[in-house]
């Protein structure tokens, strides 16, 4: 499949006009959740804790709270600070993990290797770094178990970005379609609004395969819509019912408020902090828009509306103690446009709702890309724009987990106690992690990460303590939730880093391979073989087991590695790490694709194909630099065949430091650099190259030495014609189908979650081969029990 890389829209613009569209844009995509907390704000402060009173004091200090708190959270704390704590234009919870891990050694992924960090993707600002700064940076890099707590706060916030995928659709539209108990009674509200809920849920999960794309041109004009509709019903009931509500923004409310209601102010400020709910899509979508456009969309449009509908909403309730029903947002609308406002706040509930759904998918993606998720289907549903992905499993336990949330809560109050305490969780964790990226990352003295920490870090601390207390009203839920999907992953994740240790104890050596020969029974059978293997260097166990049940293996050998890197994209032109695995002769090769978090895996036949292509361009290449065609210093940084591996080179376009004698095509798209760089086991001088914008089409010019093509090196063609006529007998895709076992003498949690935890999960989720997409008459599984 053949995506568009880079960012949904392209942001290289930067006039006016293209931002302002980007901001346009951004406003169905980021800011449909956060548009629609007006509908159960106020309704969930006010469900029991606090009651509303000929005073005003109760009102007008939630008012002053909403204010404040839309102001320092989502205003100060994500579009002045954490926004420009990106990794590469991209945002959220693995952005921040992937830029710390790249400023300090903390990672817990295998198979690093010195050759990433030549990544365009892997940019590193090196301001000065102060004093301070290192000492942290050296604390954290001593202690194993910072790494290990680090890598678990990272997990506890994709958790809970998951728990909020799951609670916002249900209160979303709930609190939309409950706007018809006002037009019905009780006793058929009581049977309408559950039902038409649960439906409106199935459909929107159901829809979910078709991609986000193929409705999507209509989410922006919808939620400004109903910005715009909010703003107005603010705006008209400030001024028919108390203009003077604007005082109440004065945080001297807040003060008269907490001295009046006491502990029943401090537990409804679980209803309260339902305002900043959506604040975290601002920085996990950036990658979708840019920096400038989040930014004006927020500051001149949304968050004017949402003050002013909240400020509407309490200009109406500071005249109407006496409501017949509940307090809500559709008790402050008249009744001439009621019914238009209904099926507006429905559709805005719907695109909020479809934002976080897809938000889900995506850090679910990320996890399972950095070996933290068991595998799962991942489905591209555009092939022009990057990451709108589908994940069928993931929707279809979502939709029965939101229905069933809907109908075991049937309320707001509790739906909004669950929703709050994970919302207030997942920027909890972003608050720690950027005060690490301004240390670690942007250099600034420690004392301002602490006053970052501790001033936003204490306003978030309120709320989720009053989230907490709640937490046999419905805050259990995403604590259960978050405790279960913890410990799925983290078992995934240490049994993964187990096993990647006990091949790199237990491969095999070079001279074993190269031993192998018709004088031990070993016969090479035509096609190409690939053995997939999580080590960069070395020759795998199941290799070697593989070829001592089977005393055959492929003429062309390739060793394949598909790792994950602490980026978010690779360009494809630096995807293919390439090298020779032996002599020329042996026809043994190895190659590294690597993926950021990002990315989306291509599929078995693209992969296929594209892999041909690589290796036949490495041959050449290896051909022309090996007779000193190719101007390179490097003469002496290839090991020798007979003691170990030959260094790898980045395929993508090849370039040169001296001017090659071949012709240039410029209708192919510009790609990368070729550089030879050492394994993370063998680090040798790594040599550069200066890219260029044209790929090399290996064709002679009529300028050269060599008169033409068909008296090239007949070693060179030997070799490609051994390849293709390889890829024409086949391809067999070589995997291990692992059985792990805890050793003896392991503890009783280990035996637990290596013994049944994590097998039970790999048993009962996609297999590699599925993951890959090879075709069943394709594939070799080699079994392989791992004691670890």
């Not at 589908?390 to 069933?404: D, G, K, R, S, T």
């Not at 036949?605 to 490097?634: M, P, Q």
Request: glycine fraction near 6%.
């Amino acid at each position: 499949m053949d995506i568009d890389y880079g960012k949904c829209w392209d942001t290289s613009k930067k006039s006016w006009k293209s931002t302002l569209i980007l901001a346009y844009q951004s406003l169905g995509v980021v800011y449909g959740d956060l548009s629609i907390s007006p509908l159960y704000v106020y309704k969930s402060t006010f469900a029991e804790d606090i009651h509303h009173s000929e005073t005003n004091e109760e009102i007008f200090g939630v008012l002053s709270f909403v204010f404040w708190t839309l102001t320092l959270v989502p205003l100060f704390k994500y579009v002045f600070i954490v926004l420009r704590a990106d990794d590469n234009g991209e945002g959220g919870t693995f952005a921040l993990y992937s830029l710390i891990c790249r400023h300090a050694k903390v990672s817990l992924l295998p198979n690093r290797q010195v050759a990433d960090e030549a990544l365009s993707t892997y940019k590193l600002e090196h301001p000065p770094e102060t004093k301070n700064s290192s000492r942290v940076k050296l604390l954290l890099e001593k202690h194993k178990f910072l790494h290990t707590a680090l890598l678990i706060l990272v997990l506890l916030g994709t958790c809970m970005v998951i728990g909020d995928g799951l609670l916002t659709p249900a209160i979303s539209v709930f609190s939309a379609v409950s706007g018809l108990e006002l037009s019905m009674s009780r006793d058929h509200h009581q049977y309408a609004v559950i039902p038409i809920t649960c439906f409106i849920l199935v459909c929107l999960f159901a829809l979910q395969h078709y991609g986000t794309h193929r409705v999507g041109f209509c989410f922006a004009p919808i939620v400004l819509i109903w910005l715009l509709c909010i703003s107005a019903l603010g705006l008209y009931n400030i001024i028919h019912w108390n203009p003077l509500v604007y005082k109440a923004l004065s945080p001297y409310y807040m003060v008269k408020f907490l001295k009046k209601t006491r502990k029943g102010g401090w537990m409804s400020l679980g209803g309260i902090l339902l305002c900043i709910t959506g604040s975290e899509a601002m920085f996990a979508d950036l990658g979708h828009f840019s920096y400038s456009a989040i930014q004006i969309a927020f500051t001149f449009l949304v968050y004017p509306a949402l003050i002013l509908a909240y400020m509407g909403q309490a200009a109406f309730l500071s005249k109407h103690h006496h409501t017949i029903h509940k307090i809500g947002f559709y008790v402050s609308v008249p009744d001439c446009v009621r019914w238009p406002v209904l099926v507006i706040a429905i559709l805005a509930s719907v695109v909020g709702s479809q934002a976080i759904i897809s938000g889900t998918f995506s850090i679910i993606n990320q996890s399972q890309s950095l070996g933290c998720f068991p595998r799962v289907k991942v489905v591209h549903t555009s092939a022009k724009i990057h990451g709108q992905i589908y994940i069928p499993e993931i929707n279809w336990i979502l939709m029965i987990l939101c229905v069933a949330v809907t109908i075991g809560f049937r309320d707001t109050k509790h739906m909004g106690n669950a929703s709050g305490l994970a919302v207030m969780a997942v920027m909890l964790v972003t608050t720690c992690l950027t005060s690490l990226v301004i240390i670690l990352c942007w250099n600034k003295p420690p004392i301002l990460a602490l006053g970052f920490l501790l001033l936003f870090g204490s306003i978030e601390l309120l709320y989720f303590s009053a989230s907490v207390i709640k937490f046999l009203e419905g805050a259990w839920l995403p604590i259960l939730l978050a405790l279960f999907l913890v410990t799925v992953m983290f078992v995934w994740h240490y049994a993964t880093v187990k096993k990647y240790e006990y091949d790199l104890h237990n491969k095999v050596s070079l001279e074993w391979l190269l031993a192998l020969g018709p004088s031990l029974g070993i016969t090479r059978v035509p096609g190409i073989g690939l053995v997939f293997t999580d080590l960069t260097s070395g020759i795998p166990a199941n290799f070697s087991r593989f070829v001592t049940n089977l005393p055959a293996y492929h003429r062309i050998l390739v060793f394949v590695c598909v790792k994950s890197v602490p980026v978010p994209f690779v360009p494809p032109a630096e995807r293919y790490l390439v090298g020779r695995v032996g002599p020329a002769a042996h026809r043994s090769y190895r190659c590294i694709v690597r993926y950021g978090y990002r990315d989306v895996h291509q599929d078995v036949d693209s992969f296929e194909s594209e892999l041909v292509s690589r290796l036949a361009d490495f041959i050449r290449y290896d051909w022309y630099k090996t007779h000193g065609i190719i101007d390179n210093e490097d003469d002496g940084s290839r090991s020798g065949a007979s003691s170990g591996e030959c260094r790898l080179t980045v395929i993508g376009t090849l370039a040169f430091s001296g001017t090659p004698a071949f012709e240039l095509e410029d209708n192919v798209q510009p790609a990368s650099v070729s550089v030879g760089f050492p394994t993370a086991e063998s680090v040798t001088d790594v040599i550069e190259m200066q890219p260029v914008e044209r790929r090399v089409r290996f064709a002679i010019d009529n300028e050269s030495e060599v008169d033409s093509r068909e008296e090239m090196d007949g070693q060179l063609q030997e070799e490609l014609e051994d390849l293709y006529a390889a890829q024409q007998a086949g391809t067999a895709f070589v995997l291990g189908h692992s059985h792990v076992k805890a050793k003896q003498g392991s503890s009783m949690l280990k035996r637990l979650a290596i013994n049944y935890g994590y097998n039970f999960l790999r048993r009962n989720c996609r297999g590699a081969d599925v993951s890959l997409k090879v075709p069943p008459a394709s594939l070799l599984e080699v079994g392989m029990a791992y004691i670890v």
